[in-house]
């Protein structure tokens, strides 16, 4: 079939993007691997999977009706209600009739001559648009790990981004969590309540902040409901479109006394105060970040009754906020349970997956096989990238965008490849992250900008500049020099030892504030996107 725009992906990105270009009166249409909307709240369907954005600052923004009409119910909203939410704007938006599900783009192929792309499915059929748009997000192709024998269990075993659609009740049975990143902590601490036996296998500990959700009365939903304009404000002006903004302060510019003060009171606050809301220098500065680092394996010696445990649940190889921050409720203290127990995989590494269970050993230890009902691998996705070489996506001369980012993403402001005209991307590599839907509603309007800009001008092709591509991709390095986040291997800066050809660090996402991402796309529009190649 011919339409004016195709979209991949069928969540949050995509539905407004569809919203806005049937609102330009074009002929879009979204294609979705999966049976339903949502995206990422399809997907990541595990137990304990939630925000960690406050609720009404993650919601769409753009719609009064919208919001006039749905209560949140948490302040960190959980995935079946937020997979409700997103079943509430695709109804009331009418987007199903444009959706085709269950459908897998695999290929997605330029052509020159009629300036449009040619799309194929995995079922084999094909169909043309003049823009392709990629909302495909930045963590949504899971990886498995290199353990041998993995499919020889016999039991229950499933990836994090791939659960059940029915709930599994753990109830007296033997589970195995491997992975103690965001979606390991959230599962880790829901497993723990009702499992008979839970071994956790954690190859390298992360730094946790809670997270002190609570529900939200039908009185505190009526009360925000008037603030929406202010917290969306408030979004705005912020480093990453958090409720939470850096304290203007140095660590070492207030007394311990001070310090420590500000330190219980972020810790006992909501959200990510602890990360976003610390003092200015604690992701640059060494000595602050291990100052407060120190103050947290505090907390984790405190809460944790074991103190052998403890320290390995202490990372020693990355800072406080240099890798992303998981929050959580009572995690630490799952570990004071009879029925946990914790495996080191450094220490004692999984030699592979039996029929049975999971056998460990090592150079310092015997053998040791553990046995299970079920496995659960929370070991993450290929990020940032992983979407995209998932796609055989061919640009102009049949260039392939995989090899064309082989030694690293190079794009222009986040949303454009040179050598690819007419594609653009939603939460594309080197754009704001942060706050994802507010990140994705602007990113959005602006595509939707330079859509509206060539109808209007009767342009059929768009596409910017190597020397664009270039002066934005060292802006980006340039903005990451100094953070320390950078001199860690986590996927923030591209690292997955399970994906080929990814174990070396690359500059994978833009470092500087909202604000100033926004006003650089800004001066595009306001030019009259005179810095792309129009025709």
């Given at each position: 079939?011919q339409?004016?725009?195709?979209?991949?992906?069928?969540?949050?990105s995509?539905?407004?993007q569809?919203?806005?270009?049937r609102?330009?009166?074009?002929k879009a249409?979204?294609?979705e691997?999966g049976?339903?909307v949502?995206?990422?709240?399809?997907?990541?369907?595990?137990p304990?999977a939630?925000?960690d954005?406050e609720?009404?600052s993650?919601?769409?923004?753009?719609?009064?009706?919208?919001?006039?009409?749905w209560?949140?119910?948490?302040?960190f909203?959980?995935?079946?209600?937020?997979?409700?939410?997103?079943n509430f704007?695709?109804d009331?938006?009418d987007l199903?009739r444009d959706?085709?599900?269950?459908a897998?783009?695999?290929?997605?192929?330029w052509q020159?001559a009629?300036?449009?792309?040619h799309?194929?499915?995995?079922?084999?059929?094909?169909?043309?648009a003049?823009?392709l748009?990629?909302?495909?997000g930045?963590l949504?192709?899971p990886t498995m790990p290199?353990?041998?024998?993995?499919?020889?269990f016999?039991?229950l075993?499933?990836h994090?981004a791939?659960?059940p659609?029915?709930p599994?009740?753990?109830?007296?049975?033997?589970?195995?969590?491997?992975?103690?990143?965001?979606t390991g902590?959230?599962?880790?601490q829901?497993?723990?309540?009702?499992?008979?036996?839970?071994?956790?296998?954690?190859?390298?500990?992360?730094w946790?902040a809670?997270?002190?959700n609570?529900?939200?009365?039908?009185?505190?939903?009526?009360?925000?409901?008037?603030?929406y304009?202010e917290?969306?404000?408030?979004?705005?002006?912020?480093?990453?479109?958090f409720?939470h903004?850096?304290?203007?302060?140095?660590?070492?510019?207030?007394?311990?006394?001070?310090r420590?003060?500000?330190?219980?009171?972020?810790?006992?606050?909501?959200g990510?105060g602890m990360?976003?809301?610390n003092?200015r220098?604690?992701l640059?500065?060494?000595?602050?970040?291990a100052?407060?680092?120190d103050f947290?394996?505090?907390k984790?010696?405190q809460?944790v009754?074991?103190?052998?445990?403890?320290?390995?649940?202490?990372?020693?190889n990355?800072?406080?906020?240099?890798r992303?921050?998981?929050?959580?409720?009572?995690?630490?203290?799952?570990?004071?349970?009879?029925n946990?127990?914790l495996v080191?995989?450094?220490?004692t590494?999984?030699e592979?997956i039996t029929?049975?269970?999971?056998?460990v050993?090592g150079?310092k230890?015997?053998?040791e096989?553990?046995?299970?009902?079920i496995?659960?691998?929370?070991?993450?996705?290929?990020?940032?990238t992983?979407?995209f070489?998932r796609?055989d996506?061919?640009?102009?001369?049949?260039l392939r965008l995989?090899?064309k980012?082989?030694g690293?993403?190079?794009?222009?402001l986040?949303v454009?490849v040179?050598?690819?005209?007419?594609m653009?991307?939603?939460?594309?590599?080197h754009?704001?992250?942060g706050n994802?839907?507010?990140?994705i509603?602007?990113?959005?309007?602006?595509?939707?900008g330079v859509?509206?800009h060539?109808?209007?001008h009767g342009?059929?092709r768009g596409?910017?500049?190597?020397?664009?591509?270039?002066?934005?991709?060292?802006?980006?390095k340039?903005l990451?020099?100094?953070?320390l986040s950078?001199?860690?291997?986590s996927?923030?800066t591209?690292i997955n030892?399970?994906?080929?050809?990814?174990?070396?660090?690359i500059?994978?996402r833009?470092?500087?504030?909202?604000?100033?991402y926004?006003?650089r796309?800004d001066a595009v529009?306001?030019g009259?996107?005179?810095?792309?190649?129009?025709?």
């Open positions: 079939m339409f004016d725009a195709i979209i991949i992906g069928a969540g949050i995509g539905l407004y569809l919203h806005c270009l609102k330009l009166g074009l249409h979204i294609f691997s049976t339903g949502g995206g990422t709240w399809y997907w990541n369907r595990y304990g939630r925000f954005s609720s009404y993650y919601g769409y923004s753009f719609s009064q009706e919208l919001l006039d009409e209560d949140w119910t948490e302040h909203s959980p995935q079946p209600k937020t997979l409700e939410y997103l704007v695709a009331k938006l199903r959706i085709t599900f269950s897998r783009v695999t290929a997605a192929h020159e009629t300036r449009d792309w799309v194929t499915l995995e079922d084999g059929s094909r169909h043309d003049r823009f748009i990629t909302a495909i930045p949504s192709a290199k353990i041998e024998g993995i499919d020889s016999r039991g075993s499933c994090t791939r659960f659609k029915e599994i009740d753990f109830t007296g049975k033997r589970v195995a969590v491997i992975g103690t990143g965001a902590v959230q599962t880790i829901e497993v723990a309540k009702t499992a008979r036996t839970l071994t956790i296998f954690q190859r390298t500990p992360n946790c809670p997270l002190h609570g529900p939200i009365t039908k009185q505190e939903m009526a009360e925000i409901r008037p603030r304009p917290i969306f404000a408030r979004c705005q002006e912020t480093f990453s479109c409720l903004s850096p304290d203007p302060r140095g660590t070492f510019e207030v007394t311990q006394e001070e420590e003060a500000k330190w219980e009171q972020l810790y006992g606050s909501k990510f990360w976003q809301g003092f220098d604690i640059t500065d060494r000595k602050a970040n100052a407060l680092s947290v394996a505090r984790i010696r809460r009754k074991d103190q052998a445990t403890a320290t390995r649940l202490i990372p020693t990355h800072g406080f906020g240099t992303r921050v998981p929050l959580e409720t009572r995690y630490y203290e799952v570990y004071n349970q009879p946990v127990r080191d995989i450094k220490q590494p999984i592979r029929e049975n269970g999971i056998r050993g150079l230890t015997t053998a096989q553990f046995d299970f009902d496995i659960i691998y929370a070991t993450g996705f290929d990020a940032i992983g979407s070489d796609i996506l061919r640009g102009a001369d049949g995989k090899d980012w082989k690293g993403p190079q794009t222009w986040g454009q040179e050598g690819f005209p007419n653009f991307m939603v939460m594309g590599p754009t704001a992250l994802i839907p507010r990140s509603e602007y990113n959005v309007d602006w595509v939707t859509i509206r060539m109808r209007d342009l059929t596409e910017c500049t190597p020397a664009g591509v270039q002066d934005w991709t060292d802006h980006v340039a990451g020099e100094g953070l950078n001199e860690v291997d996927w923030m591209g030892r399970n994906v080929e050809g990814k174990t070396e660090r500059v994978a833009y470092s500087g504030s909202a604000p100033a926004r006003a796309c529009a306001e009259g996107y005179r810095e792309m190649r129009l025709a």
